[in-house]
């Protein structure tokens, strides 16, 4: 990316199990420039609040652990690294343990403006370093960077999504590991949208539908539509 250019910020949302964390990664790969996962953020608070003892339905005690979250991400999509207070716990914060506690976090509405803040710095941080960011998770197209120069909704039945989160959490999509997976997945996006839009794309935001692509053809879809509303191929920003 030559001094002049805008950096190429992609702005994904969705709901759980579309494939938003891989598609972005993959993407962000593909394009050359830096990753960022909001979702990250509020697992690695909900890690950082049991790990201090706090209390996840004592809102405020959670609002002040969000304000000193001592959090380091890494941007390479291909390594990506979570840790907290110096702790590796890029595998801790995808335990079940996590994931059923998590919506605590996410929907206490004190915590949200603080990590949606650190959300938006982070942006524009990587996006100066790699020339661009490709940034997923709620309120992302909409809270976060409603002026990203793409944002995109990838959304999928769910049917797939359940399908999807099964193969990833369980190792197979059998009835018995679909049946174990749809309470996190469904309530997950129950909870989360009490306080966040990710169903239906507001204005500007392009809608993908993966139901029916496997993970090469959602990555394509994306990339096609970074091609056609920035003018951006995987290419241009290296």
């Known amino acids: 990316m030559s001094r002049d250019q805008t950096p190429l910020t992609i702005a994904i949302d969705g709901p759980s199990g579309s494939g938003k964390s891989s598609v972005s990664k993959a993407v962000a790969d593909r394009l050359g420039v830096g990753y960022l996962d909001t979702g990250a953020m509020y697992r690695a608070l909900t890690w950082w609040c049991l790990d201090q003892g706090v209390e996840l339905t004592d809102e405020a005690a959670v609002v002040i652990a969000a304000q000193a979250l001592p959090l380091e991400l890494a941007t390479d999509p291909q390594d990506q690294r979570v840790l ?16 059923s506690e998590v919506s605590k976090v996410a929907t206490n ?5 603080i990590l949606q803040q650190a959300q938006r710095d982070r942006m524009t941080a990587i996006a100066a370093e790699t020339g661009g960011v490709v940034a997923e998770g709620r309120d992302i197209t909409t809270v976060v960077a409603p002026d990203a120069l793409v944002r995109i909704l ?12 099964s193969a990833e959490v369980h190792g197979n999509a059998d009835e018995e590991a679909i049946a174990a997976t749809r309470d996190q997945v469904l309530r997950r996006d129950r909870d989360d949208s009490a306080v966040s839009q990710f169903t239906v794309a507001a204005d500007g935001v392009v ?11 959602s ?18 920003t290296r």
């Open 84 to 99: 907290v207070g110096g702790t590796d716990v890029t595998a801790d914060i995808r335990t079940t343990a996590i994931s």
């Open 109 to 113: 509405t004190g915590v949200r403006p």
């Open 219 to 236: 990555v394509e879809a994306v990339l096609a539509v970074v091609a056609s509303v920035a003018g951006h191929t995987q290419s241009d």
């Open 207 to 217: 809608t993908v539908d993966t139901s029916d692509l496997d993970f090469d053809e």
């Open 154 to 165: 990838l959304t999928a039945s769910e049917d797939a999504r359940l399908r999807r989160r």
